[in-house]
């Protein structure tokens, strides 16, 4: 963690510290937003690939969405989501190998991510913008989502037509909202129980729902489509525990890779994965 990070963390902490004390309710909301919040918008440049892509652009509740297609026109269409703080220029070395296998490739930036527009994002967003690229592009038979993108694919699939040939790629996927939410409030270190009943009833205002039901693990029932799972034992973002109960659930759909070592970044990084997500594709 950079030293500028750190010191900001701690003056998050203190500021909540505070505030929990005038108002639980004000904490709590604050605190969804920060959890809403990606740490910085990525400066990097654009990799070569991107310089052969159509450019996209769509509007979604008045923030402006990013895209990219390459090989535009084919029957084979595959949708690659990324997760939180993180943009589609990550994914650069999947476009060409995609493109190669006959693919139109799809890439887009959430809100508030690479350069699409807004400042924060929640998991309904992402899947209102999953669900607008499936009405504007679709059908698309197949999806790439690591991280904040796999739980988002697997709550837009619950509604989206799709069927036993549909593939969805879930690399180290945020299995379950309550372990993020119980990471935040660990990492800033807000200990007064009534800021969390507040915060859960914020996420219940707004969506209709409580934290437990934007979870893989209930979702994924409803999924009929071909499931690859990869995680890394050592994912310190996304615990594999949380995956496990899925494979111990024994979905005949969802075929589980564990991988070592690579952590919940490197992951997708990792030749190794690339490999096997190229040929279950």
Not at 74 to 81: D, S, T
Not at 82 to 96: D, E, R
Not at 98 to 110: C, Q, T
Not at 202 to 230: D, E, N, Y
Request: net charge positive; aromatic share 10%.
């Amino acid at each position: 963690m950079k030293i500028k990070q750190k010191f900001a963390i701690q003056y998050i902490r203190a500021k909540f510290k505070v505030l929990a004390l005038v108002s639980t309710r004000k904490a709590a909301e604050k605190a969804f937003e920060l959890f809403c919040t990606p740490l910085e918008k990525s400066k990097k440049q654009a990799p070569a690939v991107f310089s052969l892509a159509e450019k996209l652009k769509y509007s979604l509740n008045g923030q402006s969405i990013a895209g990219y297609c390459w090989n535009k026109g084919q029957a084979k269409k595959v949708l690659i989501l990324h997760g939180f703080s993180s943009s589609s220029y990550n994914f650069h070395p999947y476009i060409l190998p995609l493109v190669e296998k006959g693919y139109e490739v799809l890439a887009f930036d959430a809100p508030a991510h690479g350069n699409s527009g807004g400042k924060t994002i929640n998991v309904v967003q992402y899947r209102e913008m999953i669900e607008l690229l499936i009405k504007k592009h679709g059908p698309i038979n197949s999806f790439i989502a690591h991280s904040f993108g796999g739980i988002a694919i697997c709550l837009a699939m619950e509604k989206a037509v799709h069927d036993e040939y549909t593939k969805v790629v879930l690399i180290a996927p945020a299995t379950e909202t309550v372990s993020a939410i119980d990471a935040a409030f660990t990492m800033l270190r807000i200990k007064k129980q009534g800021v969390r009943q507040e915060f859960d009833s914020v996420i219940m205002q707004l969506s209709g729902h409580a934290p437990k039901w934007f979870s893989i693990r209930r979702a994924i029932k409803h999924i009929q489509a071909k499931v690859l799972w990869i995680h890394d034992e050592d994912d310190t973002v996304t615990p594999l525990k949380d995956a496990l109960k899925v494979r111990d659930d024994k979905h005949p759909n969802v075929e589980f890779v564990i991988t070592s070592g690579l952590g919940h970044r490197n992951i997708y990084r990792s030749f190794s994965v690339k490999k096997k997500i190229f040929e279950f594709l």
